[in-house]
């Protein structure tokens, strides 16, 4: 058994089969891309992991516990991570606000000591804040704490999603498309951030990705996905050689 | 325009973030308290009811401004701390206690109707809130040994330090004392992680449930709270009106609770105090406004309801921020004069949402 385990996952909406038995196991410290055409039941296989969509059969083990007996909200308890597709940020609170909601799991109190801000309470905040800037500097938002989320360009919004989706400390992290709607420059960036995660602050990276030429820099494994099916996974030259994953991009 | 150089975390998290604040606050703090010095009996009266008003809001504002939750039923827990404050003081119970017993009776009734009526969202929970509204109107007619049903319901004068009540100063600087509090216990809970994870499910349920927040249990609590808050005002209601009907607290007291944030400025607890002073002066406004009208519109009965209505309409249509978003927008023409653009408020769509996650 490795780090974290995907087993026999099928996932059926009416007949369909967005998902049929896809089973692919992660080691710790690795950056694990999931490529795939449109449909193919890449963002379906992360909701499953992050429990909004139940399963029909399978199993998912992360670091020895079973992460289908948790509800959505237990996850980032384990230390599992996620971004999303289409942003899901907090538009109406600023960055800082955002970051320290991924703190929210660490907080030490209940609403009645929020209510009176006993001293614990601020002495938790105090913490919690010097956590978030680190994950500020590590990410280059200092210009940005105070600004409403609705002000930012879209590339910055992807990087506080990122950055919230660090601040809850864990030890495994999803992305979802995290170079979609980049400039080239941001790309790169967001590559080299990408291998600091994992080799700085040792986190396991499973993510969703397009664009080949920047999963191929990035990805230590691929597995690629069509039609709910597993098509092939392995290494990136075996991936980009593999003659099932060009019929499936390409057509015959 | 003022520049804040920040050199330490507490300046975040402080209330008062710079000495301008403290004096302006102060200044009308202390404005407040000299006030029944200055002004006669009528006119205290009113200003202890904005102030009722303002703490009902706050109550509504942390559930529909800050939670993202519509309410069209809070009359009620207007009503529940009405009568359990009143039924209590009738029972001998002192004033303090029972004031307290009375926030944590709408506390406890807003979280039991707070768990299941929170599985629904949108036009849902604004029906099912209706309905709980109506439901709970009739079981203050209904339940006489509590409320005295459709007979009413005198509420007692308690004394304190010898001062009664009827002492409309007294009542004034209760109202006063009741509203700071509520007004620090809400910036307090708003502040905290408490009140992040409200704004978190407002905006995004699925983001919000993903850092871990139960969305479940903070609704409910959202709501319960939100009763609380709602209960305190019932409470201080009670005194204000003096004898209690079930009809008061009608769909008609729940719509102008509502007028009350969305006119002062949804999302903000500034909001609450503007709403307060405009819904509170409204009738009187209306009151006015009738003698300089053709009596054949002066005379009609609806004109009131009308009124309200139209108001909230045209706020939401042109200034969805309220009263304090007007506020904001004045204050930054002034201070970038004269490069104040409009755009500073439009928030900019970047990409349109789908429903996939």
Request: with cysteine; hydrophobic share 45%; net charge neutral.
């Amino acid at each position: 058994m490795s780090y974290f385990d995907v087993n026999n996952i099928t996932v059926a909406f009416g007949g369909v089969k967005a998902l049929n038995d896809v089973s692919f196991s992660v080691d710790q410290n690795e950056i694990f891309t999931i490529i795939g055409p449109n449909g193919a039941g890449k963002s379906t296989l992360f909701n499953v992991i992050s429990r909004i969509y139940q399963p029909n059969n399978g199993n998912v083990v992360f670091d020895g516990k079973d992460v289908l007996n948790l509800k959505a909200h237990q996850i980032s308890q384990i230390g599992i991570a996620r971004t999303f597709q289409n942003l899901e940020l907090f538009e109406n609170a600023t960055v800082l606000q955002n970051l320290l909601l991924g703190r929210h799991i660490y907080k030490k109190s209940n609403f009645l000591s929020d209510m009176f801000f006993l001293n614990h309470v601020k002495k938790s905040e105090r913490e919690q804040r010097l956590k978030v800037e680190e994950i500020i500097d590590f990410l280059d938002l200092q210009h940005y704490r105070d600004t409403p989320i609705h002000g930012l360009p879209y590339g910055v919004r992807k990087n506080v999603e990122l950055a919230r989706a660090l601040s809850t400390d864990p030890k495994l992290l999803l992305l979802d498309e995290p170079s979609s709607g980049l400039t080239n420059e941001e790309t790169i960036d967001l590559g080299f951030w990408i291998k600091d995660i994992k080799n700085l602050l040792n986190i396991t990276v499973v993510m969703i990705e397009h664009d080949m030429s920047f999963v191929n820099k990035v990805s230590d494994r691929i597995l690629a996905l069509n039609y709910g099916q597993v098509l092939a996974e392995g290494l990136p030259e075996e991936i980009q050689s593999n003659s099932e994953v060009k019929k499936a991009y390409m057509g015959e | 325009m003022r520049f804040i150089f920040k050199t330490n975390y507490d300046q975040d998290i402080n209330i008062v973030r710079h000495n301008g604040d403290r004096i302006s606050y102060g200044l009308l703090v202390a404005a407040m308290i000299i006030m029944p010095f200055f002004i006669d009996d009528f006119y205290l009266g009113e200003l202890s009811y904005v102030f009722i008003l303002a703490i009902a809001g706050i109550g509504l504002m942390i559930l529909s401004g800050y939670t993202g939750l519509a309410s069209l039923g809070h009359a009620a827990f207007l009503g529940v701390g009405a009568y359990t404050h009143a039924f209590l003081l009738t029972n001998g119970i002192p004033f303090y206690y029972s004031i307290i017993i009375a926030v944590a009776v709408s506390f406890f009734v807003g979280a039991a109707i707070g768990f299941p009526i929170l599985r629904l969202t949108g036009m849902y929970l604004a029906i099912a809130t209706l309905a709980f509204g109506f439901i709970a109107e009739h079981v203050f007619i209904r339940w006489e040994h509590f409320t005295g049903g459709n007979r009413g319901m005198v509420v007692p004068t308690p004394e304190f330090a010898g001062i009664s009540f009827y002492d409309s100063a007294t009542f004034y600087y209760v109202c006063l004392i009741a509203l700071i509090l509520s007004m620090f216990a809400a910036i307090n809970i708003l502040r905290s992680p408490t009140g992040r994870a409200f704004v978190a499910i407002r905006d995004s349920e699925i983001a919000a449930q993903s850092l871990g927040v139960n969305i479940g249990r903070y609704k409910a609590l959202s709501f319960a709270i939100s009763a609380g808050f709602t209960g305190l005002a019932g409470a201080l209601l009670a005194h204000y009106i003096g004898y209690l009907a079930p009809d008061i607290f009608n769909i008609f007291l729940s719509l102008t609770l509502l007028l009350l944030i969305v006119v002062g400025g949804m999302g903000s607890l500034h909001g609450t105090i503007y709403g307060a002073i405009f819904v509170g002066s409204l009738p009187q406004m209306i009151a006015i406004g009738r003698d300089y009208l053709p009596s054949s519109i002066a005379s009609q009965p609806g004109l009131e309801p009308l009124l309200f209505g139209l108001i909230l309409v045209l706020f939401i249509l042109y200034e969805p921020l309220g009263i304090y978003g007007r506020w904001l927008k004045i204050k930054l023409f002034f201070e970038m004069f004269p490069t104040y653009k409009k755009q500073t408020f439009k928030k900019q769509k970047t990409f349109t949402k789908s429903d996939r996650v």
